[in-house]
């Protein structure tokens, strides 16, 4: 069984920086793309960033050069520095792991951290 639990959300005033953290238990994570996702009230979730097993990035445009993806496969995190945030950041942000297994497609949702801009 698959779990992930993100941390690091919180309030901050636009401008600011936070870093979230998506740990993963119970599987070989390096195998895993890793996505983080926002959903903001009222909004359809969205894809921010996401990075492969092999490190390849892709990115929302609106967070591209404020927003990086990273992991640390030892130790089975995958981090998203957000930095210059802005008020339309705020969203509760959710970390998915991914991967293809034979011919089904594993998918792992974390439960969620609340990430609020002020302005």
């Known amino acids: 069984q698959v779990q992930l639990v993100e941390s690091g959300g919180g309030l901050v005033q636009a401008g600011g920086s936070l870093r979230l953290s998506c740990a993963a238990s119970?599987?070989?994570?390096?195998?895993?793309?890793v996505s983080w996702y926002r959903q903001a009230p009222g909004k359809q979730r969205e894809l921010v960033a996401g990075i492969t097993g092999g490190g390849l990035k892709n990115y929302l445009d609106s967070v591209k050069g404020r927003f990086t993806i990273s992991r640390d496969n030892a130790k089975n995190t995958v981090y998203l520095q957000m930095n210059s945030l802005k008020p339309e950041d705020t969203a509760v942000y959710y970390c998915?792991?991914?991967?293809?297994?034979?011919?089904?497609?594993?998918?792992?949702w974390g439960q969620g951290t609340q990430v609020t801009v002020s302005s």
């Open positions: 998915n792991a991914a991967r293809r297994l034979g011919g089904a497609q594993l998918d792992y």
């Open positions: 119970g599987t070989i994570f390096s195998i895993f793309t």
